[in-house]
């Protein structure tokens, strides 16, 4: 879709525009930016899920019985939310888009950003007075109200070491104030674009107030610095070391002098600015998957043959929900494709196939390669076939 077409999601504004005006700059809300907009889970579903093992999920009680703003982790049972007051709590459950297909195609609405940028959808329920109290996320996330309603209030940009309450397992703000027009009661339909750093208050005002929060992944200097160094330590020979050939008479044994010091920083930079390392990190780190043990590879390996008679017979294969996709181009239309924070080589034209939404399907067929590289995924459980995904 050309960048400057009008948008329903984005209020009529284009990709680039809202790019160019309130990607990471303000926020942005969008009236009816889902028109019709019915949510594709009900809170007793969500509810259900917080009961499972291995789903994320937290509780936050305003008033809890052992402290305010008292945060239990799942997963929890029937008895749990049977004891639940009539407000003032609300359920957390993270990466819903990893298990229920219907939310997680509400990510193809988002395709004018990167989809490795996507972290994922997380869907909070709350009864009235329900919030996790005014906070700071560290990344962009849009707030689609799937049902019911909720307040917004804003409170402006504020700096990283911004006063937060203590002694509770929230980071929520000891000072709130509500800038002016900053507050508004979303239903459904609604979202709210948030940049990073930005104060913001979400209170329920509905008994069925559900909210999906689509979040970005947004790595930190530290994660990065920590991340690439580990990768490159797998790479470097271990005769790439410290020397000084250059070495003078010292004049005071003890000192650490400044052309030392030099000689370590051109060994350390040298080896850091490397691009060509740095894309094959980056792609493998921004397609981590979320929960490395959600990709169940397959017992027996794919008989290459059988599924390419099953691809010629119609069926069509399936990216696993939480699986990540990325590609990057090279040259003579070869490209690394990036899967689930691992690389292979092939065509460039099927790495994007792949990394986009593409249907994965006969057509791939005639790429170079394609059902061995198919079969490899689906071994792996980034891809799977339709009905391994609805037995999952």
Not at 162 to 190: C, K, M, T, V
Request: proline content about 7%; glycine content about 8%; some cysteine.
């Amino acid at each position: 879709m050309p960048a400057n077409t009008p948008l329903p999601l984005l209020g009529g504004m284009s990709a680039a525009q809202f790019l160019a005006e309130h990607w990471q700059k303000k926020p942005l809300l969008i009236r009816g930016a889902f028109a019709d907009f019915e949510s594709p889970l009900s809170p007793d579903e969500l509810a259900g899920l917080a009961c499972e093992d291995g789903i994320e999920a937290r509780l936050v009680e305003e008033h809890g019985a052992e402290k305010p703003w008292q945060v239990s982790h799942g997963p929890f049972d029937e008895a749990t939310f049977a004891r639940l007051p009539e407000r003032d709590w609300t359920l957390l459950v993270q990466a819903v888009d990893h298990y229920v297909p219907d939310v997680s195609a509400l990510l193809e609405a988002f395709d004018f950003l990167p989809r490795w940028r996507l972290d994922d959808i997380m869907v909070s329920y709350a009864p009235p007075g329900g919030s996790v109290g005014p906070h700071v996320d560290q990344y962009d996330v849009f707030l689609l109200q799937a049902s019911g309603a909720r307040q917004w209030q804003l409170g402006g940009k504020v700096p990283d070491d911004a006063s937060i309450i203590q002694g509770i397992d929230l980071r929520i703000l000891e000072h709130f104030e509500i800038e002016s027009n900053q507050d508004w009661l979303l239903e459904p339909g609604d979202m709210l674009y948030l940049p990073p750093g930005w104060a913001h208050h979400g209170v329920s005002r509905s008994d069925d107030c559900m909210t999906f929060s689509v979040g970005f992944r947004a790595l930190s200097a530290d994660e990065s610095i920590t991340s690439y160094a580990d990768y490159l330590g797998e790479l470097l020979p271990d005769s790439q070391r410290y020397a000084d050939p250059d070495l003078t008479p010292a004049l005071h044994p003890g000192e650490i002098d400044d052309v030392s010091l030099e000689r370590m920083r051109a060994l350390i930079l040298d080896t850091l600015d490397n691009p060509e390392q740095l894309a094959q990190w980056f792609g493998r780190a921004m397609t981590q998957p979320k929960y490395l043990d959600q990709l169940v590879p397959q017992n027996v390996p794919t008989d290459v043959g059988s599924l390419v008679a099953e691809l010629q017979a119609g069926v069509t294969l399936e990216r696993t929900l939480g699986s990540r996709f990325a590609y990057r181009g090279g040259t003579d239309h070869v490209a690394t494709l990036f899967v689930d924070g691992d690389a292979m080589d092939c065509p460039l034209s099927l790495a994007r196939a792949l990394a986009d939404n593409a249907p994965v399907d006969a057509n791939l067929l005639t790429q170079d390669g394609a059902a061995e590289l198919l079969a490899h995924l689906l071994d792996r459980g980034s891809l799977s076939w339709p009905d391994d995904e609805e037995e999952a």
